[in-house]
């Protein structure tokens, strides 16, 4: 499949889910209430909410503000939320907190922005006539809460038929065990994470990264576990983490090592240092991470506020070093090849002003890689982004319309390179305007950007220049429809339509032989989906185009409508159906690939929280049809494709607190066709049932604590 079909596929895909990804960069989070329902507490901790269908890049892209302060480092976050446990008291009165998410242009995206009080402590009165008794600082007495939830499941294969050689074993077992220890104290405060796995399967080991394979056999290995302590002025993490930073040196650092932070007060700022693994790796062989010197990779960064408000200007100056890959793979073994190495360094400035609605950032960065090979030299280059982005208005005052305009630049030279920083693109320059209104029932949303290649002016290369415009716009009316009415009939609608297109060319080329670039992309997306209380239906549209001015690949052009309908059965479940048509037309060969999908799914519980059901029954059918080729007809071929799959779950005992739980299911499959319709009675069929029983403990101590 050509990379341009995929493309078209996926976005008409993706046109089902276009009302939640809308609403992706739209979120908001909610901050949960104090306990006394009126005010904090000062040592209270702050619970925020976030949405469950935040990825874990969007999350790890997240920063906390207390007050005008960052205290991203000192949040620890779950799938339910963030919490934040001040290590010094909140003084009584009003404060403000701010989540914001930085993307990776360095826009700063707000997703929630609240004000609380912390209540007052109350004196302590002497006798009649007498003065207040001084005040007894409060003692907060050590607390330590142990969690461990295990589990333990074992699966038998109790039917199959058509299964092709070889097959995996009938019974596997496999079991595992989140477990937790926290200890707070009036100052300071520990967690402890430990992810444990056992399996009857044998494991696989990596020769091309074996640094990333666990231990080969059975046994219980060691998934991620992580140690944090903090207190007042100090934050120090062993083990699997993400370094909270977002910059060109430092960014999106998923790995295991240690890391450690300390405030400056006299600087109004901290020091961070870490020493990670630079590649991915799981496992008890390697510890923390940081024994072997060929893959690992070190640095510090120092974050300064220099004015009270510390959003008005940070400085983050950043340092990483070490050896290994940048992409996070392991370099074992490689014949003629050396262990990359490098060290990288650069200087972020952001500055918030004007209450916030004017944000300019800056970044600079530096570095010096030897990329391992031998005929090739250690190469210096450098990376640089800006980005400037302004809000009009008040933002305390009520407005019936939000806008936001940023322009942004990147460039990223071609041997730039940072073990810290596995996401960085090298050898690209982007320019992007951009442009988003959002008002109570619309919103539009448009860029204008340029992009070019060969960034260090290399004269036997020609510059790659790619012009791309987007934009998208929302109709979500804020109230329902007139009850009787046409509209009401068809239900609360949310309109959404979105274009993109890109131009490349080259620029100029250094021989009249070398390829030229001439290639043309547009697609458009159309949806509309309309709700009802218990049922809804959708409606969407895709169509593509793809235009290679050179011949280097076939042009093509697509055409794909949607439908789906989705029924709720009281609190019981659901039931769904979609049908999706794809017509890829190869307009170099004049060759048609149809692909018909039909799809009925649904789930709901038989009996109340003890037997629940659910299954999904799909029918693809393919069909590719060449008018001629070479003056010569050809017939069309089809295929067919039939997907029934589903299961049952029984809660025989409930899990709770230092209670066990059991689970039984029973699970299968069933598969029929890929052959071509003119050749019936051609087998292909294939299903497996499973039965699976799965028991749960989920232990704490002490035992009341959920």
């Known amino acids: 499949m050509r990379i341009e079909n995929f493309s078209a596929i996926f976005l008409l895909t993706a046109l089902m889910l276009v009302p939640s990804t809308w609403a992706q960069g739209l979120w908001q989070a909610k901050l949960e209430p104090p306990r006394s329902k009126q005010a904090f507490t000062p040592t209270e901790a702050l619970h925020i909410d976030l949405p469950a269908s935040l990825t874990a890049g969007i999350r790890s892209r997240l920063a906390l503000e207390v007050d005008a302060i960052d205290v991203t480092a000192l949040v620890n976050q779950s799938d339910a939320g963030l919490a934040y446990t001040p290590i010094q008291a909140f003084k009584p009165g009003r404060h403000r907190v701010r989540l914001v998410e930085y993307d990776d242009r360095g826009a ?8 609380f009080t912390v209540a007052t402590t109350a004196k302590v009165a002497g006798p009649t006539g007498a003065p207040p008794a001084p005040q007894v ?20 294969r109790v039917a199959k038929h058509g299964l092709s050689a070889p097959l995996p074993a009938r019974f596997s077992s496999d079991g595992s065990a989140a477990l937790g220890l926290t200890t707070k104290g009036t100052r300071w405060s520990t967690v402890t994470q430990v992810d444990l796995t056992e399996t009857s399967q044998q494991d696989t080991a990596n020769s091309i990264n074996p640094g990333a394979a666990t231990a080969v056999g059975r046994g219980i290995q060691l998934g991620q576990f992580s140690i944090s302590a903090q207190s007042d002025t100090t934050h120090l993490v062993l083990g699997d983490q993400s370094l909270p930073y977002n910059g060109l040196v430092v960014s999106q650092l998923n790995r295991r090592g240690i890391s450690g932070t300390v405030k400056v007060p006299p600087w109004h700022g901290r020091i961070g240092v870490f020493s990670m693994r630079s590649n991915v790796i799981s496992g008890f062989a390697h510890g923390l991470g940081v024994t072997d010197p060929e893959h690992r990779v070190s640095g510090a960064l120092l974050d300064l506020h220099p004015f009270k408000r510390a959003e008005e200007l940070r400085l983050t100056l950043a340092y990483a070093s070490g050896r290994g890959a940048p992409d996070g793979t392991a370099t074992y073994n490689v014949p003629l090849l050396n262990v990359p190495s490098g060290f990288a360094y650069g200087l972020d400035v952001d500055s918030q002003l004007l209450d916030r609605r004017l944000h300019a950032h ?69 320019w992007q305007l951009a442009q988003s209104l959002n008002g109570p029932s619309w919103s539009l949303q448009g860029s204008l950007g340029l992009d070019s290649d060969n960034v260090d002016s290399n004269p036997a290369l020609s510059t790659v220049y790619t012009r791309r415009m987007q934009w998208a716009v ?10 009787g009415s046409f509209a009401a009939w068809l239900g609360t609608p949310y309109y959404s339509l979105s274009v993109d297109a890109s131009r490349s060319r080259n620029g100029k080329r250094p021989t009249p032989s070398y390829p030229r670039t001439r290639l043309d992309i547009s697609n458009l997306n159309a ?16 169509l593509g185009r793809t235009t290679d001015h050179t011949g280097q690949q076939n042009n093509t052009s697509v055409f794909g409508p949607t439908f789906g309908a989705n029924i709720t059965l009281g609190s019981r479940g659901s039931l769904g159906f979609a049908v999706q048509y794809t017509d890829t037309y190869d307009r170099t060969v004049r060759q048609h690939s149809r692909d018909t999908s039909y799809n009925i799914y649904g789930s709901g519980d038989l009996l109340a929280n003890q037997l629940s059901a659910q299954f999904n029954f799909s029918i693809t059918r393919t069909a590719q049809a060449v008018s001629q080729f070479m003056g010569q007809p050809i017939p069309s071929t089809s295929y067919n494709t039939r997907t029934l799959s589903g299961g049952l779950l029984w809660h025989a005992l409930a899990a709770r607190s230092n209670h066990p739980g ?39 101590y002490p035992g009341d604590r959920q």
């Open 108 to 115: 700063v995206h707000e997703h929630g922005q609240w004000s």
């Open 137 to 156: 600082p409060a003692v907060t007495p050590t607390t330590t809460h142990l969690r461990a939830d295990v589990s333990l499941a074992a699966t038998e």
């Open 362 to 430: 800056a970044a600079l960065a530096r570095s010096e890689y030897d990329f391992g090979v031998p005929s090739m030299q250690r190469r210096a280059d450098s990376a640089r982004n800006f980005m400037v982005s302004y809000q009009p208005g008040s933002a305390s005052g009520p407005s019936p319309m939000r806008s936001q305009t940023t322009l942004s630049y990147r460039s990223t030279g071609n041997f730039f390179r940072s073990l810290a920083n596995p996401m960085i693109a090298p050898d690209l320059s982007q």
């Open 474 to 483: 929302g109709l979500f009316p804020s109230s329902s429809p007139q009850p």
């Open 527 to 542: 949806s509309a989906q309309f709700t009802h209380q218990r049922w809804n239906w959708n409606l969407g549209l895709l």
């Open 662 to 700: 059991l689970d039984l299911s029973l699970t299968g499959s069933w598969n029929h066709g890929g052959y071509p319709v003119q050749t019936p009675g051609y087998g292909g069929d294939n299903y497996q049932i499973f039965l699976k029983v799965n028991v749960v403990l989920p232990w704490r």
